[in-house]
C-alpha cells in the first residue's frame, strides 16, 4: 500500500511538472507573438493576454518593457500591462519606473497608475516629482492629485528646503497643483528667496489657488522686489484679485522707470477704476511716453468719467507727435463733459491733421453752447477738408441747436461740392424736423 501511494504521489508530482512546463511554453509563445513585431502575431498575443490575465505573463512583461531594445516591443508590452487590474501590476510598474532608462516610460506607467485606487506604488511616483523630466514630473503630479496621499507632503517640503533652486522650482510646481495649508508659511517665506525666478513661481502658486490672505506680501513686492518681472507677476496678482487696497501701489509704480511695471499698473488701475485715482492717473499720462500705455491711461479716465485736472488729456492733444493719440485725446475730451474739455478741444480746433480736427468736431458735438455751434458752422464754411466739414455738420445735427439752420441754409445755396450739399440738406431736415 506504501508502495502504491508513493507510485500515486509520484505521478502527480510528474503530472504537476508536466503541466507547468507545459504553460511555462503557452506563456513563452504568448510573450514571442508579443515581441514579434508581426502585427497579427502581437494582436493575437494582446487578446489572449486581454482574455486571460495570467499573472505568470507579468514578469516576461515587466522584462520586456525594462530591457528589449526595439521600442515597438515595448510600446506592446505596455499594452499589455495595461490589461491588468492596477494592483495585481503596481508592484511591476514601480520596478519599471525604478529600472526603465525611458522617461516616455516612466510617463507612461504613471499615467497608468494614475486611475488606481491601490496606494502602494505613491512613494514610487511621489519620487519621481524631482525627475528631470517634465513629462514625467507633471505625471506624477496629477497621479498624485487624483490619488491622494498625505506621504507627499515631507518630500515637497524637502524640496523646498534643498539648496538647489532646480528643486525648489520643481517643489513650487508641485505645489501648484498640489497645494496645501501645511505649505502656505513656506510659500511666504520663500518669497525672501534670492533667486528671482522661485518669488515668481511662488506667486505663480499663489494666484492658481485664490491665497488672498497673501495680499500683504503681494503688495509689498510690486513695489519693492529687486526684479522688475517679478514685480509684474504681483501687479497681476493684485489685477487678478481685485485688491481694494493696492491703489497707492498701483499709483506709485505708474512713475516707474521699467516701461512693463508701468503697462501693467495702468491695466490693473484700468480694471479696477478707482474712483480716488484721476488726478495721478493724469500726472501719469502727462509724462508718460510710451503710446500703449498712455492709450490704457486715457481709457481709463474715460472709464472714470473724469479728467483728473485735464493736464493728461491737453498735452497729448496739443503735443503729441502720434496723431492717433491726439485722436483718442479728443474723443476723451468730447465724453468727459466739462467745461475745461470744451476750452481745450477749441484750443487744438486747428491741428495739422484732418483726423484730429474731425474728431474734435465730433466731440464739440457734445456740448450744446453757442459758442461751440459758431466755431462748428465756420468749420462747415471754411475748413478745407470734406471729411472735417462732415464732422461739423453731424455734430450740428446730434445739438438739434435752431441756431444754426439759417447759417446751414445760406451755406447750402452757396455749396458747390454736391457731397458735402447733400450732407448739409440732409442736417438740415432733421434740424427742421426737430422744432416742429
Given at each position: 500500500?506504501?508502495v502504491k501511494?508513493?507510485?500515486?504521489?509520484f505521478?502527480?508530482?510528474?503530472?504537476?511538472a508536466?503541466s507547468l512546463?507545459a504553460?511555462e511554453?503557452?506563456?513563452?509563445e504568448?510573450?514571442?507573438?508579443?515581441?514579434s513585431?508581426?502585427?497579427?502575431?502581437v494582436?493575437n498575443?494582446?487578446e489572449?493576454?486581454s482574455?486571460?490575465r495570467?499573472?505568470?505573463l507579468?514578469p516576461?512583461?515587466?522584462l520586456?518593457?525594462?530591457?528589449d531594445?526595439?521600442?515597438a516591443?515595448?510600446?506592446?508590452?505596455?499594452k499589455a500591462?495595461?490589461?491588468?487590474p492596477?494592483?495585481?501590476a503596481?508592484?511591476?510598474?514601480i520596478?519599471?519606473?525604478k529600472?526603465?532608462?525611458?522617461?516616455?516610460i516612466?510617463k507612461?506607467i504613471?499615467?497608468y497608475?494614475a486611475?488606481?485606487?491601490d496606494?502602494?506604488?505613491?512613494?514610487a511616483?511621489?519620487?519621481?516629482?524631482?525627475?528631470?523630466?517634465f513629462?514625467v514630473?507633471?505625471?506624477a503630479?496629477?497621479?498624485?492629485?487624483k490619488?491622494?496621499d498625505d506621504?507627499?507632503?515631507?518630500?515637497?517640503l524637502n524640496?523646498?528646503e534643498n539648496r538647489?533652486?532646480v528643486f525648489?522650482v520643481?517643489?513650487l510646481k508641485?505645489i501648484?497643483?498640489?497645494?496645501d495649508l501645511?505649505?502656505?508659511?513656506?510659500l511666504?517665506?520663500m518669497?525672501k528667496d534670492?533667486n528671482?525666478s522661485?518669488r515668481?513661481?511662488?506667486?505663480?502658486?499663489i494666484?492658481?489657488n485664490?491665497l488672498k490672505?497673501?495680499?500683504?506680501n503681494?503688495?509689498?513686492?510690486a513695489?519693492?522686489?529687486?526684479?522688475?518681472?517679478v514685480?509684474v507677476?504681483?501687479?497681476?496678482?493684485?489685477?487678478?484679485f481685485?485688491?481694494r487696497?493696492?491703489q497707492?501701489?498701483?499709483?506709485?509704480?505708474l512713475r516707474?522707470a521699467?516701461r512693463?511695471?508701468r503697462y501693467?499698473?495702468s491695466?490693473?488701475l484700468?480694471?479696477?477704476?478707482?474712483a480716488g485715482?484721476?488726478?495721478?492717473v493724469?500726472?501719469?499720462?502727462?509724462?508718460e511716453p510710451d503710446d500703449?500705455?498712455k492709450e490704457?491711461?486715457?481709457n481709463?479716465l474715460?472709464?472714470?468719467?473724469n479728467?483728473?485736472?485735464?493736464?493728461?488729456?491737453?498735452?497729448v492733444l496739443?503735443?503729441?507727435?502720434?496723431?492717433?493719440m491726439r485722436?483718442?485725446s479728443?474723443?476723451?475730451?468730447?465724453r468727459?463733459k466739462?467745461?475745461?474739455?470744451?476750452?481745450?478741444?477749441?484750443e487744438a480746433?486747428n491741428?495739422a491733421?484732418?483726423?484730429?480736427r474731425?474728431?474734435?468736431?465730433?466731440?464739440?458735438?457734445f456740448?450744446?453752447?453757442k459758442k461751440i455751434i459758431?466755431?462748428l458752422?465756420?468749420?462747415?464754411n471754411n475748413?478745407p477738408e470734406?471729411?472735417?466739414r462732415?464732422?461739423?455738420?453731424f455734430s450740428l445735427?446730434r445739438m438739434g441747436s435752431r441756431?444754426?439752420?439759417l447759417?446751414l441754409?445760406?451755406?447750402?445755396?452757396a455749396?458747390?461740392?454736391p457731397?458735402?450739399?447733400e450732407?448739409?440738406?440732409f442736417?438740415?431736415?432733421?434740424?427742421?424736423k426737430e422744432?416742429?
Open positions: 500500500m506504501g501511494k508513493y507510485l500515486l504521489y505521478i502527480f508530482i510528474f503530472c504537476a508536466a512546463r504553460e511554453k503557452k506563456n513563452k504568448i510573450i514571442n507573438q508579443l515581441l513585431g508581426n502585427e497579427l502575431k494582436n498575443a494582446l489572449i493576454i482574455a486571460n495570467s499573472p505568470e507579468l516576461l512583461i515587466s520586456a518593457i525594462i530591457s531594445e526595439k521600442s516591443n515595448k510600446a506592446a508590452a505596455i500591462l495595461k490589461y491588468y492596477h494592483r495585481q503596481a508592484s511591476y510598474c520596478e519599471i519606473i529600472n526603465t532608462n525611458s522617461f516616455i516612466r507612461e504613471i499615467d497608475l486611475g488606481s485606487t496606494r502602494q506604488a505613491v512613494p511616483i511621489i519620487n519621481e516629482l524631482g525627475s528631470p523630466f513629462a514630473r507633471e505625471s503630479i496629477l497621479a498624485l492629485k490619488i491622494g506621504r507627499m507632503f515631507p518630500y515637497i524640496m523646498m538647489n533652486p525648489k520643481y517643489a508641485a501648484y497643483h498640489l497645494y501645511r505649505f502656505y508659511d513656506h511666504i517665506k518669497l534670492e528671482k522661485i515668481y513661481y511662488v506667486f505663480k502658486c494666484e492658481a485664490n490672505s497673501a495680499l500683504p503681494i503688495r509689498n513686492l513695489l519693492n522686489d529687486s526684479s522688475w518681472e514685480r507677476k504681483a501687479i497681476q496678482i493684485l489685477e487678478s481685485l485688491d487696497k493696492s497707492y501701489v498701483l499709483l506709485t509704480c516707474d521699467e512693463e511695471v501693467y499698473s491695466k490693473a484700468n480694471k479696477l477704476k478707482f485715482s484721476a488726478v495721478p493724469s500726472a501719469a499720462l502727462y509724462s500703449e500705455i490704457i491711461l486715457m481709463t474715460i472709464a472714470l468719467n479728467g483728473g485736472g485735464f493736464k493728461g488729456l491737453k498735452n496739443l503735443k503729441d507727435d502720434n496723431y492717433r485722436i483718442l479728443s474723443y476723451a475730451l468730447g468727459i466739462h467745461k475745461w474739455s470744451s476750452l481745450i478741444l477749441l480746433k491741428d491733421s484732418k483726423e484730429v474731425a474728431e474734435i468736431c465730433n466731440s464739440l458735438g456740448y450744446n453752447d459758431n466755431e458752422l465756420d468749420v462747415v475748413e470734406a471729411y472735417v462732415s464732422a461739423a455738420l445735427k441756431q444754426a439752420v447759417p441754409f445760406d451755406r447750402f445755396t455749396e458747390n461740392d457731397v458735402v450739399k450732407q448739409i440738406r442736417v438740415l431736415r432733421g434740424l427742421i422744432a416742429k
